[in-house]
């Protein structure tokens, strides 16, 4: 009997997930690593940290890093493809915020679809928005890496700590040899 | 329809009619269409008639999200509105609030879904006011008028539903803010001193018009102990100039001043620039101040406390005296003085929107 209501959301059907992963690379030796920050308070430092450590400990080699320059939106065409042009692998976030955890995932997707296996770091306080924005861009099952809630009032000594904390599961996510 | 029949009995289709009602309320709960409080089926003839109310397509696309796959057509703003509680002749409003609404960068960017949780200031001008019901003094701010209270929520429906930012899930509000989604209210032209805000926005005194920006707060001065203009503007520069508040370089907040505020000052001769300019000057907090509440102003932003050289000079709140980054309206009952400063999310994109007219030049 309820027919007659209008759906007020303008969807139609579910969209279909369609699985996007990237092969991972056999090994980070001399693997070329693209760092993508998001304006958030730390996320630079915290890639760059983490960019220090897979050149240190595993022998990739950082090649770029860039920033959004809109912390809501998913990176654009352009920017995806210097990154791509100079990078086997993507280390992107730090999501701390409503919309840049959602679009740090995103983000992943994206690259992920463009060929290379992207580790994306949201703070756990946005895990849910995260996932439900890797669902809206067609892979709800993308895997992001946490790290604690907050990351915005870390000092550079804490942040240099999540980064080290979080090195070795960021190399397991590139590459399934690391793990 | 009638209760009671001839024979004092309860005929049964008013019974089932009732009965209907209530569960096409529960279904759309169920759905996840509501913000929590019940709303209004749409049938296709209610939302015909509401887009019967402009000559705007129905297909017309009026704001979209891409980084979200959202977007929103004039009839899934209608169905909204339809559901929002709003009468058809309502719908030409709630267009132009979404159309102002849009020239605003926050809000097609990632403002809906920001930890801040803004929600929409509706300002109405012109005669539409009095045409449709809108109330533009006491208890300006609501709730108890049909046209505000169901325009602002319309609003809300529509980022709801066809935006999909939906609490918890992509709208990730820590707190949000009091009188989310209802903050729609009329100016008291009749009252005020000045030009409609709409003035401001670049459309004439006496047009029917709706500007609009997001708010992250307002917070009341109550101020009858002065009839000194610039004793009262302390007052205000006062709660303007709080740090809790302050995260950029500057910020933009605006006053909505009550008639009696805004006599006073006019009476001293001030225009609203007037009262911006003396506002620009004032507001702010020596820096030792920000410095007390672990902030400080490095490169455009706020950041921690570091050196010596975050104590000292005077910040300035306001990057300028322009509407834009310092609104002023006039609204509320001439009975106190008691006003409103409101915290605009980014800043007023400064653009009024013109509410089309009645299609049949009628009452509309």
């Known amino acids: ?179 | 329809m009638t209760a009671i029949d001839d024979a004092g009995q309860a005929p049964m289709d008013v019974t089932d009619a009732l009965d209907a009602a209530h569960k096409s309320i529960e279904y759309m709960y169920e759905r996840g269409w509501t913000d929590g409080l019940p709303v209004v089926p749409a049938t296709r003839e209610l939302v015909d008639e509401f887009l019967a109310t402009t000559s705007r397509p129905a297909d017309e696309v009026i704001g979209q999200l891409e980084h979200l796959k959202r977007q929103v057509s004039v009839e899934l703003a209608a169905v909204n509105a339809v559901m929002a509680g709003c009468r058809p002749e309502y719908f030409p409003v709630v267009l132009a609030a979404w159309d102002a609404l849009m020239a605003e960068r926050s809000t097609v960017g990632g403002g809906w879904q920001s930890t801040s949780g803004p929600a929409p200031l509706i300002v109405v001008n012109g005669p539409v006011r009095e045409r449709l019901g809108f109330n533009s003094t006491g208890g300006v701010f609501g709730p108890g008028f049909r046209a505000n209270a169901t325009v602002a929520r319309a609003i809300g429906l529509i980022v709801r539903n066809a935006l999909g930012v939906v609490p918890h899930v992509l709208e990730q509000a820590t707190q949000g803010i009091p009188g989310r989604w209802a903050m729609c209210i009329a100016e008291n032209e009749e009252e005020s001193p000045w030009e409609p805000f709409s003035v401001d926005g670049g459309v004439a005194a006496g047009s029917d018009a709706v500007s609009t920006t997001l708010l992250r707060t307002s917070e009341f001065v109550d101020n009858r102990n002065t009839d000194d203009p610039e004793l009262l503007l302390s007052d205000f520069a006062d709660t303007l100039s709080r740090t809790g508040s302050w995260l950029f370089k500057h910020a933009s907040a605006g006053v909505v001043f009550c008639p009696e505020h805004a006599q006073l000052l006019a009476k001293a001769g001030m225009s609203k620039d007037d009262v911006r300019t003396w506002l620009l000057e004032r507001c702010g907090r020596p820096k030792a101040d920000l410095a007390r509440a672990g902030k400080a102003v490095r490169a455009g932003n706020i950041g921690a406390v570091r050196t010596e050289d975050d104590t000292g000079d005077f910040e300035r709140l306001f990057a300028d005296n322009s509407p834009k980054n310092l609104p002023i309206i006039v609204a509320g009952a001439r009975n106190a003085g008691i006003s409103m400063v409101v915290r605009v999310f980014s800043s007023w994109a400064g653009i009024a929107a013109r509410i089309e007219p009645p299609l049949d030049g009628g009452r509309g």
């Open chain 1, 1 to 179: 009997m309820f027919d007659r209501i209008l759906d007020p959301t303008g969807l139609s059907a579910g969209t279909a997930t369609v699985a996007t992963s990237a092969g991972r690379v056999p090994t980070l030796v001399g693997t070329r690593v693209g760092l993508l920050s998001n304006t958030k308070k730390n996320a630079a430092q915290m890639l760059t940290e983490i960019g220090r450590l897979l050149e240190s400990r595993y022998g990739a080699v950082v090649t770029i890093q860039r920033t959004k320059p809109n912390v809501a939106w998913p990176v654009d065409e352009p920017m995806l493809n210097e990154i791509k042009a100079v990078s086997d692998v993507v280390v992107a976030g730090v999501g701390d915020c409503g919309s840049c955890s959602a679009s740090a995932a995103a983000d992943g997707i994206a690259f992920e679809r463009a060929g290379l296996p992207t580790a994306v770091i949201c703070s756990d306080a946005f895990e849910v928005t995260a996932r439900a924005m890797a669902e809206v861009h067609g892979d709800k099952d993308f895997e992001f890496l946490l790290t604690p809630h907050p990351v915005a009032v870390l000092t550079e000594a804490q942040v240099a700590q999540r980064a080290e904390d979080l090195a070795a599961v960021v190399a397991g996510r590139l590459c399934e040899a690391a793990r």
